[in-house]
């Protein structure tokens, strides 16, 4: 008797494990093909934060597999959670999140690719007190991250504003650019009756207004302060931007539009923000500035002709040209694809590397896409080597062809406003693999 109920028991479960085991192996084969695929491509390199894994603490639960957003970026090889298709990764930090074993740290750069952040601690404060950085400058890209570091960065502004000897006429903080961040951020100083000004260059929106037309920017749901939870799946640029002016206007948010900061000086215990309109003294500073400062130039002849651009706006002005499109990023990628979409158009992607290890699956995808059709020319391991009044000369391996052309649109990406911010005394550093 005490055998049959072990066998009622025991048949099932050796049933329910022999199946795990089949499905994680089988995982596992997957994660192995990805990471294979992956090496063979050239594209180990995240774009920017990613999780570095300690196999010494991983327990292999599977968790941080399930929680990124992205899909099968992470897997379980050898019972030990791995970066399968690191150049997919965009950030997310859900992954450190969900690990029970705390084997996960996120780092910015890697070991062979650096890439300079400006001295950030954990509360947003740079090295200089009183000035804090929040979103894209700080090095993160996502806009969902971008605000929620706005509203986070205004937590620890309050504690330092709380400490100190209110004055007359002195401002809690002046909040420099609009984006994302800013926005968020303007939002949570709003909400706490902070004295500020939100001061910002361009308009309200910042660097998102200049993405291309229809551009999807928001993929997870977010939280404004005195606006509520968002729980869009699939947000353009236009549909974004559109929202915030929506919430401004409700809730009165005002926004300095077209106002560009000069100079961040310290005056005593305070700032000095000084713009093209006039001064303001604050006792803190929120900087929500994009990376891109300034875009990278092509560094070739003929680049200072007006045919000569470095975003897209509107493929649209591009229909029935030839147009060359100059990177190896999403940026640049996207800008090839959309505009191939325009009718008549004679499209050439040039790439200085032999893969676009940096862009987003989905986006390389697109690219394959339209080579495969005819709508898009790819011309990997080449350069840019001069700019003609309507054409180009392009190195392609020891050879250099002549495309004719009417539009050159450069995608390289930004210079990170480094002067701007060593003039105020925030260090930058180039991270290497730090946490």
């Not at 200085?352 to 011309?379: I, P, T, Y």
Request: net charge neutral; charged share 20%; with cysteine.
């Amino acid at each position: 008797m005490a055998l049959d109920t072990i066998l009622v028991y025991a048949v099932p479960m050796v049933g329910v494990w022999a199946a795990y085991l089949a499905t994680r192996r089988k995982r596992e084969a997957h994660s192995l093909a990805k990471l294979s695929a992956a090496k063979e491509a050239g594209m180990m390199e995240p774009a920017s934060l990613h999780p570095v894994i300690d196999p010494s603490k991983c327990i292999g639960c599977g968790s941080c597999v399930r929680a990124c957003p992205e899909g099968d970026i992470l897997g379980l090889i050898g019972g030990k959670a791995e970066l399968v298709e690191p150049s997919h990764c965009i950030g997310h930090g859900a992954c450190k999140a969900a690990c029970p074993a705390n084997a996960i740290t996120l780092v910015f750069g890697t070991a062979t690719r650096g890439i300079d952040i400006p001295n950030v601690d954990e509360n947003f404060q740079t090295n200089v007190p009183g000035i804090f950085i929040a979103g894209e400058l700080g090095g993160m890209g996502l806009v969902r991250n971008a605000i929620e570091q706005g509203r986070q960065a205004i937590d620890s502004v309050r504690k330092l504003v709380a400490a100190s000897t209110s004055e007359p006429g002195l401002l809690d903080l002046v909040i420099v650019g609009c984006g994302p961040a800013g926005f968020s951020a303007s939002l949570a100083a709003m909400q706490h009756k902070m004295r500020f000004v939100t001061l910002e260059q361009d308009t309200l929106g910042g660097t998102i207004t200049h993405f291309p037309r229809g551009k999807l920017v928001m993929t997870a749901p977010f939280t404004l302060s005195l606006a509520g939870k968002f729980n869009f799946t699939e947000l353009s640029k236009e549909e974004l931007v559109g929202l915030f002016e929506k919430i401004a206007a409700e809730i009165g948010l005002k926004v300095n539009e077209g106002e560009r900061v000069e100079t961040i000086a310290a005056a005593g215990n305070c700032f000095e923000v000084k713009s093209a309109r006039g001064v303001y003294k604050t006792r803190a500073v929120l900087l929500t500035i994009g990376r891109r400062g300034t875009p990278r130039m092509l560094d070739v002849p003929g680049e200072d002709q007006s045919k000569v651009v470095y975003r897209l706006i509107d493929p649209e002005q591009y229909r029935g040209q030839r147009v060359l499109v100059v990177g190896g990023g999403d940026a640049a990628l996207e800008a090839a694809c959309a505009v191939a979409d325009q009718p008549d158009t004679v499209v050439t992607l040039s790439h200085r590397s032999g893969s676009f290890n940096r862009a987003k699956l989905k986006n390389r995808d697109r690219v394959a896409d339209a080579q495969e059709s005819g709508r898009l020319n790819v011309m990997l391991n080449s350069s840019i080597q001069r700019i003609g009044l309507d054409d180009v000369d392009v190195k392609l391996g020891e050879e250099t062809c002549t495309l004719e052309n009417d539009a050159v649109i450069g995608c390289v990406g930004g210079i990170l406003p480094t002067p701007f911010l060593e003039s105020i005394g925030i260090k930058v550093e180039t991270k290497y693999g730090t946490a």
